[in-house]
C-alpha cells in the first residue's frame, strides 16, 4: 500500500522540476540595465502612469483662499437659482448666464427656480449662482438693500448673487456680469472660473434717456408682459390714474357709482409687492395721478365731473393735504422736475397744455385728434407721452408740442388707462376684459431693424 501512495508523488515533483528548469529566453532583454542616453521624460512616473491613476492634486487647480471656485478641473457644483415667478426678463437673463458659463468653461451647470415643496428643505449653503431675488437666506432684504437705479454682483459665504433694484436692472447685471468676469481671463480661463471672496461690485446709478430709443425717423413694436392683478375690493373694481415715483407705483381703483370714490394703491417697482393702500378717497372719476418729486406729494386729476379740480395726497401717507381748482378743465397730468412744469391733457378732445409749478400756463397745444379714448400721460425731460384706448397706442410728443412718433401697443382685451415711465420700460395699468378688475403691464419699446 505504501508503494503505491508514494509512486504518484514521485512523479507529480518530478514535472514540477522539469518546468521550473526550463529558460525563458523570450523574457532575457528585462535583465538588461537603461541606457545611459534614457532621457528624464521615458523614465518620469508621471509619463508611465495611465491618467486614470493620475493624483488629484496633479490635476486640480490651485486656489489661495481668496478665492471661489465656480468651475474647477472641468466640473461644477453650483447650479444658477431665479424665483420661480420670476419676470421674464429675470429667466432670460437666468438663461443667457448658463449658456455664457457653458461656451466659456466647457462646463454647464443646473438652471433651476427656488420652488421648494417644503422651504424648511432647502440649503441655504448650497453653491448656487442666484439671479435676481428668491426664497434663500442670502438674499433676505437683499433688494431693499439695493438703492435706486443700482445693481450688485456679491459674494456671499459659497453663494453668488447677482440682483439689481428692478427686474430691468437684474438683466443688465447678469449682461456685467457676463462682460466683466465670465469674459475676462483673469477670471475665466482654461476651463475654469473663479471669483474673489470679497467680490461686492456694486455699479449705478444708470440713467434711462428715452432720446437714445425714440425718434421721428424709427418706427417701433411693444413687448408687454403682465406684472400682477388688482381685485375688486369693497367696489373699487375700476382701474383708473396712475403714476411712478421712480421707487413705488400708484394706481387708482374706482368704484362705478354716481359718486365715485378711490382707492389709490401703493406698489414696490423693485418687486412689484403691495406696500400700502389709501383710505376711500372722495377724488372723483380719479382718471390721472402724477407725483411731484420737489414737493414729495401726489396730485391728482378728478375730471368728470369736476374737470378743474385737483387733490394732493402726501405720498408717504397717501393722506389729502388739500383740493383746489385749476383754470383747465382736464383729463391728465405729468410732471417734470428738471423743467418744474406740469403736462395737462385738455378736456374735450388731445390738445395739451404745459404749467408752471404753480399750475399758471406757460404754453397751449393744439395737436390733430386720432379719435381715440383719451387715458393717461407721463413724460420726461424730452418727450410727452399719452396713452389711448381702442387702439391702444402711445403718442409721443416733444415738448414744443410737435408730433415725435406712434407706438402701437401689442395689448388686447384690455382699456389702458395710465403710463408711467420706469428704467426705460412703460409700466401700463389697464382694466381687465370685464371691467372687473386691474391689470398691470411692464411694455418695452423695440426699435424695428
Known amino acids: 500500500m505504501f508503494k503505491k501512495a508514494i509512486l504518484p508523488l514521485i512523479l507529480v515533483c518530478c514535472i514540477m522540476l522539469c518546468c521550473c528548469g526550463t529558460p525563458n529566453t523570450s523574457d532575457s532583454s528585462d535583465t538588461t540595465s537603461p541606457s545611459d542616453d534614457t532621457t528624464p521624460s521615458q523614465t518620469t512616473p508621471s509619463d508611465t502612469m495611465p491618467p486614470s491613476q493620475t493624483t488629484p492634486a496633479d490635476t486640480t487647480p490651485q486656489l489661495d483662499d481668496s478665492m471661489l471656485g465656480i468651475v474647477l478641473n472641468n466640473a461644477t457644483e453650483y447650479s444658477v437659482i431665479r424665483a420661480e415667478y420670476a419676470a421674464n426678463i429675470v429667466k432670460q437673463a437666468a438663461s443667457s448666464l448658463l449658456r455664457a458659463i457653458s461656451e466659456n468653461t466647457g462646463v454647464t451647470p443646473a438652471i433651476t427656480s427656488d420652488w421648494a415643496k417644503d422651504t424648511s428643505t432647502i440649503d441655504h449653503h448650497a453653491p448656487e449662482i442666484i439671479v435676481g431675488d428668491s426664497n434663500r437666506a442670502a438674499c433676505e432684504g437683499l ?52 471669483l474673489p471672496r470679497e467680490l461686492n461690485d456694486v455699479q449705478g446709478p444708470f440713467e434711462f434717456e428715452m432720446t437714445d430709443l425714440i425718434n421721428s425717423e424709427d418706427s417701433y413694436i411693444t413687448k408687454e408682459e403682465k406684472l400682477f392683478s388688482i381685485a375688486n375690493v369693497d367696489g373699487h373694481r375700476i382701474m383708473q390714474g396712475g403714476c411712478t415715483d421712480g421707487t413705488y407705483c400708484y394706481f387708482a381703483m374706482v368704484t362705478n357709482t354716481d359718486t365715485q370714490h378711490a382707492y389709490i394703491y401703493k406698489y414696490s417697482v423693485k418687486d412689484w409687492k403691495p406696500v400700502a393702500r389709501s383710505e376711500s378717497l372722495p377724488t372723483d372719476h380719479t382718471n390721472d395721478i402724477c407725483y411731484n418729486p420737489d414737493t414729495n406729494e401726489l396730485i391728482i386729476a378728478h375730471n368728470a365731473p369736476n374737470r378743474y379740480t385737483l387733490t394732493v395726497l402726501d405720498a408717504d401717507t397717501m393722506a389729502v393735504k388739500k383740493t383746489f381748482n385749476i383754470g383747465h378743465r382736464i383729463f391728465s397730468i405729468a410732471y417734470n422736475q428738471s423743467r418744474s412744469q406740469y403736462v395737462v391733457g385738455l378736456s374735450g378732445g388731445q390738445d395739451f397744455a404745459i404749467l408752471d409749478s404753480n399750475f399758471e400756463t406757460v404754453k397751449q397745444y393744439n395737436v390733430n385728434s386720432t379719435g381715440y379714448t383719451t387715458q393717461g400721460v407721463e413724460c420726461d425731460d424730452d418727450f410727452i407721452y399719452f396713452v389711448q384706448y381702442n387702439q391702444n397706442v402711445i403718442m409721443v410728443y416733444d415738448w414744443d408740442g410737435k408730433l415725435v412718433t406712434r407706438i402701437d401697443l401689442e395689448l388686447s382685451g384690455v382699456e389702458p388707462e395710465n403710463i408711467s415711465l420706469v428704467d426705460g420700460e412703460f409700466i401700463i395699468g389697464c382694466n381687465n376684459s370685464t371691467w372687473t378688475g386691474g391689470v398691470i403691464y411692464r411694455v418695452e419699446v423695440i426699435k424695428k431693424n
Open 143 to 194: 433688494i431693499d438693500s439695493i438703492a435706486d437705479r443700482t445693481f450688485i454682483i456679491r459674494v456671499v459665504d459659497n453663494q453668488v448673487l447677482i440682483a439689481g433694484a428692478t427686474d430691468k436692472l437684474t438683466a443688465r447685471a447678469v449682461d456685467y456680469f457676463i462682460s466683466e468676469y465670465i469674459n475676462n481671463p483673469e477670471y475665466c480661463s482654461d476651463g475654469q472660473l473663479v
